[in-house]
């Protein structure tokens, strides 16, 4: 790994994007911007409940439909754990489109600011609207504009999550949110990077969480 990508993002993002599932094999340090758009996943991605170990604040499960996992596949799990955990992971780790509440990385530059791209073409004309204020990202650069890196996609709420390229704390930006319904309309902060990472499950750690939950009964961890 290169000492300019040691500058540009700190050595535990990098390990928590690879801990996620990431391909980190192409990147070669030559900016931030430019070493996200090399990292290629090939699992989508789950969110950590915020308030309790199953079920969000609308009382929802963070995978859909693992509570009727469980319950097809608890024999399986008593007889031989690593057949029960590699048939989950072949279920919901993969880039499957079946709606569970994923999120999927994406890694790509979104440029409506840069004059003479497409996506300038396209945006910026709407993005003058009075509807729309930037104000939340722009207060993270001290460069005039900036390009977004389109980091995630997904079926959770918000939809679309950014970082700026040209954020000052260039080795752990900030990541903002918004969702398609109001895209740019309205912006959420979701904090540091490298926190906002922290916030998806590895393999690993739903794994400790499932046993934990079945160690007590299998009923603490369905939905109800």
């Known amino acids: 790994m290169g000492k300019v990508w040691q500058k540009n993002m700190k050595q535990a993002i990098l390990e928590r994007l690879q801990a996620l599932g990431g391909d980190i094999s192409l990147v ?3 900016s931030l911007a430019e070493d996200l758009c090399t990292i290629t ?11 309790a170990p199953w079920m969000d604040e609308n009382g929802e499960e963070p995978i ?32 499957t489109e079946v709606p569970y509440g994923q999120y999927f ?11 003479g791209t497409r996506d300038f073409e396209a945006w910026h004309r ?3 609207g009075e509807v729309y204020s930037f104000e939340k990202i722009f207060s993270v650069i001290e460069a005039n504009t900036t390009d977004l890196i389109h980091l995630f996609y997904g079926y959770g709420y918000p939809d679309g999550i950014y970082i700026a390229s040209q954020d000052k704390n260039a080795d752990n930006p900030r990541v903002f949110a918004t969702d398609h319904e109001a895209w740019f309309i309205e ?17 690993e750690e739903l794994r400790a969480e499932i046993e934990s939950k079945l160690t007590l009964g299998h009923e603490s961890i369905k939905k109800r």
């Open 105 to 115: 990385w994406l890694g790509e530059m979104f440029t409506s600011f840069q004059e």
């Open 126 to 128: 709407v993005f003058q």
């Open 41 to 51: 996943f090939d699992t989508v991605l789950y969110k950590k409940p915020l308030w």
């Open 64 to 95: 859909d439909g693992l509570g009727d996992f469980l319950d097809a596949n608890l024999t399986l799990y008593q007889a031989d754990k690593e057949r029960f955990f590699q048939k989950l992971y072949e279920t919901y780790f993969i880039l």
């Open 28 to 30: 070669k340090g030559e």
């Open 187 to 203: 912006i959420d902060d979701e904090g540091d990077l490298a926190s906002y990472l922290h916030s998806f499950w590895t393999k």
